[in-house]
């Protein structure tokens, strides 16, 4: 019997091989909408660190060696086991992440697609032959896999981004350690080790270890640990890359973005608000990927803005276990603080609050500020939280320089009904991804995600660009008869 109706069987543990008593302690499950209990998570320790290492680097040879389609079948039967709780997914996603219900569903959706595609990549092409000066010498170049993966996810899509490394990593012949982070152990870590152990992956090969920011310190300095592949802010991330650049270690790291949404003059502005309110709003704002710079053009800026005002004073902030609202509470109490301080500060420096700028506990309504400068925080930083800032501009110079001035780039989105003006837009801005008519939280797992700049380390997830990720380059020559060599 997998859990009892008392206690999951996570209930206060950690997963290295099985479920095991951690040597962290225990920390509560909380629901942010009320506050609640809703269980007991196991929190890991260094000592939990090293153990599952020890455990990853013996299972992860044999895991390699069995055959890719065993592996395969082990990664998309892990996918059905999702989808047939996908519900329970969507649950947790409501209580513990602050989600409302169509969040969560969607979370489980494109998971167990990424699952499938990440199990397609075991089938792909895993070498190239090059052509030789010497004669009869045949050269091989493979793609291995990198060893040991440790994975440490972000709180707001913690099944999704969570997913995204260890899927294809575990496909490609990888062990895998998963630091979820423990606000949300539960979705981001309980239950995927649930599914994999329930799909019969071998002991050893998947670890979950919920744990803070000690438990991640102790996965980057790790050398049996071969590379890290961290989602979160990009102040993080810094120290992340520049230890792993120490050791020499693997490192892909996607991180924070200041994304704008370009309105031209000729936009359909009804589409365009669209866009905009879903892309600054979904999931209180809490996205990487969010909308948090609006450059409008002055001929349409004061429509635009109107428009995107009435939509975000119709839009209902409350307890997402409801199933009646739009937007659910923020994470913590700290972020409320700091969403509020940028816009206050925002309006002290002379922007106008058109709609929202108000909380009531962690409930933060739906903003809209006009009349943002430059120069204001609420434009320099990356909110996580439901704000939409309306920076007018006056030609499509100043709309890319204003784009191009932060250090982000992660994503960006464009409209105009002239689509080749949009295209040469999208070439001059310094964005991983960009979205014409469109908005920035767009994500398709066959296709490489990743940002530049301060966004990210240059790498990729998606498609083909995971197997960059997640292996490493093998050359192999050979030839029939050893050559005579001068000495």
């Not at 693997?250 to 669209?274: F, M, Q, T």
């Not at 635009?304 to 119709?314: I, M, S, T, V």
Request: hydrophobic fraction near 45%.
């Amino acid at each position: 019997m997998r859990e009892t109706k008392e206690q999951p069987i996570w209930y206060g543990k950690v997963f290295s091989s099985n479920w095991v008593e951690a040597r962290g302690g225990v920390a509560n499950v909380v629901d942010p909408s009320n506050g609640d209990i809703l269980g007991i998570t196991g929190v890991a320790n260094g000592e939990d660190v090293d153990a599952a290492v020890n455990a990853a680097k013996r299972a992860q040879k044999e895991w390699a060696a069995i055959p890719f389609s065993e592996r395969a079948a082990i990664v998309r039967k892990a996918a059905e086991k999702l989808k047939e709780r996908e519900h329970e997914f969507a649950d947790w996603n409501v209580r513990e992440c602050g989600a409302i219900r169509p969040k969560g569903l969607w979370e489980a959706g494109i998971a167990y697609e990424q699952m499938h595609q990440a199990a397609g990549l075991a089938y792909l092409s895993n070498g190239t032959l090059f052509p030789s000066a010497v004669p009869g010498r045949m050269n091989l170049c493979q793609r291995v896999p990198v060893g040991v993966v440790g994975v440490i996810a972000p709180w707001n899509f913690p099944l999704f981004l969570a997913m995204r490394s260890v899927a294809p990593a575990l496909a490609l012949g990888n062990a895998v350690i998963l630091k979820p982070d423990l606000q949300t152990a539960v979705t981001g870590g309980a239950l995927i080790a649930e599914i994999f152990s329930d799909a019969g992956m071998p002991d050893g090969v998947l670890h979950v270890l919920p744990g803070g920011a000690d438990v991640g310190e102790s996965m980057v300095a790790n050398s049996g640990i071969n590379m890290i592949s961290f989602t979160g802010s990009t102040q993080v991330g810094r120290l992340i890359g520049e230890k792993c650049g120490r050791m020499l270690k693997k490192v892909a790291l996607e991180l924070g973005g200041n994304n704008v949404h370009i309105v031209l003059p000729d936009a359909d502005l009804d589409g365009a608000v669209s866009c905009a309110a879903w892309g600054t709003f979904l999931h209180q704002g809490q996205v990487c990927m969010a909308a948090g710079r609006h450059l409008v053009h002055r001929d349409v800026a004061q429509q635009y803005a109107e428009k995107l005002a009435l939509r975000a004073k119709n839009l209902v902030v409350g307890d997402p276990n409801s199933d009646r609202v739009h937007l659910g509470p923020l994470i913590n109490d700290k972020q409320v603080v700091r969403v509020h301080a940028l816009v206050e500060s925002a309006q002290s420096a002379g922007a106008k609050v058109l709609a929202g700028g108000t909380y009531q506990d962690r409930y933060y309504q739906a903003t809209v500020i006009m009349d943002v400068k430059p120069e204001m925080e609420v434009f320099k930083s990356e909110i996580f939280g439901p704000v939409a800032p309306i920076t007018v501009f006056d030609s499509i110079e100043e709309a890319i320089e204003l784009a191009n001035c932060s250090e982000y780039g992660l994503a960006a989105s464009i409209h105009t009904r002239a689509l080749a003006t949009g295209l040469d837009i999208a070439k001059r801005l310094n964005t991983g991804m960009v979205h014409i008519n469109d908005q920035p939280i767009n994500c398709e797992p066959h296709v490489p995600f990743g940002g530049m700049g301060a966004s990210g380390s240059g790498g990729r997830f998606g498609g083909p660009a995971s197997i960059e990720e997640f292996t490493q380059s093998q050359w192999i020559s050979m030839v029939e008869k050893p050559a005579n060599y001068p000495f």
